[in-house]
């Protein structure tokens, strides 16, 4: 049998300065300085145990099929709360698509005004199905509930169709954010640190921006009033 016997000489980048720490390194180089060479021999005093922190993460993990196994420091309130929001977003979407639908008509005929809610819509899905794959990443589990059947008419005596339906965009929009504002809260409240930062950076940035340009789109409308101005809004929303 050979032994290799390790020394400071072996580790020519350990650079020692004084003689506590050549006296230290040599006593750690001696507890770790026998190894076999012999294949056929086999190593005897060498245990590997699991570090203590891990013996307690160890024991967590669970063996149920039913169970997600990635789920750490996931609230049963944050998971609650995500599947609400994600609901929001599957109602919001849906009335989306009904003023697309609307704007759509032969006897409306505002492609524009059809082609921005349809996007509309498509974007709140996509908000949705974002907070799914989140759920299933955090290790929650989805559960949605019953979408609201949204109105099919939206034309106003005062304000017209058009006027109408982005002032109700607005408070879509609004009401969108203030429930992502609960859902932040909750992150908050749960010391969940990454459900909260995912919220910053995905969603809340992009409901100021969608609210600072329907509120323009409604001062604009309340320029041109009802007449031939819709028209040629409308183009631009068109050819935007």
């Known amino acids: 049998?050979?032994?290799?016997?390790?020394?400071?000489?072996?580790?020519?980048?350990?650079?020692?300065?004084?003689?506590?720490?050549?006296?230290?390194?040599?006593?750690?180089?001696?507890?770790?300085?026998?190894?076999?060479?012999?294949?056929?021999?086999?190593?005897?005093?060498?245990?590997?145990?699991?570090?203590?922190?891990?013996?307690?993460?160890?024991?967590?993990?669970?063996?149920?099929?039913?169970?997600?196994?990635?789920?750490?420091?996931?609230?049963?309130?944050?998971?609650?709360?995500?599947?609400?929001?994600?609901?929001?977003?599957?109602?919001?979407?849906?009335?989306?698509?009904?003023?697309?639908?609307?704007?759509?008509?032969?006897?409306?005929?505002?492609?524009?005004?059809?082609?921005?809610?349809?996007?509309s819509s498509e974007a709140e899905r996509e908000h949705a199905e974002k907070l799914i794959e989140y759920q299933n990443k955090r290790g929650g589990r989805v559960n949605l509930n019953s979408i609201l059947m949204p109105p099919s008419e939206f034309n106003h005596y005062e304000k017209g169709d058009a006027l109408n339906a982005m002032e109700l965009a607005l408070s879509l929009e609004k009401l969108t954010n203030e429930k992502l504002l609960n859902l932040h809260g909750i992150a908050v409240k749960c010391n969940d640190v990454q459900m909260k930062n995912y919220i910053e950076n995905e969603f809340l940035g992009e409901q100021v921006e969608a609210i600072k340009k329907i509120s323009e789109y409604i001062a604009q409308l309340r320029r041109v009033g009802k007449g031939h101005g819709v028209w040629h809004f409308d183009q631009m929303l068109l050819n935007g």
Do not use: W
């Open 1 to 119: 049998m050979a032994l290799f016997l390790c020394s400071s000489n072996a580790f020519p980048f350990l650079s020692l300065h004084s003689d506590s720490e050549r006296s230290f390194t040599s006593r750690t180089l001696r507890n770790v300085s026998l190894f076999s060479m012999d294949p056929h021999q086999p190593l005897s005093g060498l245990v590997f145990e699991p570090f203590e922190e891990l013996k307690h993460e160890l024991f967590l993990i669970p063996s149920m099929p039913d169970q997600s196994i990635a789920r750490q420091h996931f609230s049963d309130d944050c998971e609650a709360a995500l599947n609400q929001q994600i609901n929001v977003e599957y109602n919001v979407s849906y009335a989306y698509h009904a003023l697309f639908a609307y704007f759509d008509r032969d006897n409306v005929a505002l492609r524009g005004f059809a082609k921005f809610f349809k996007e």
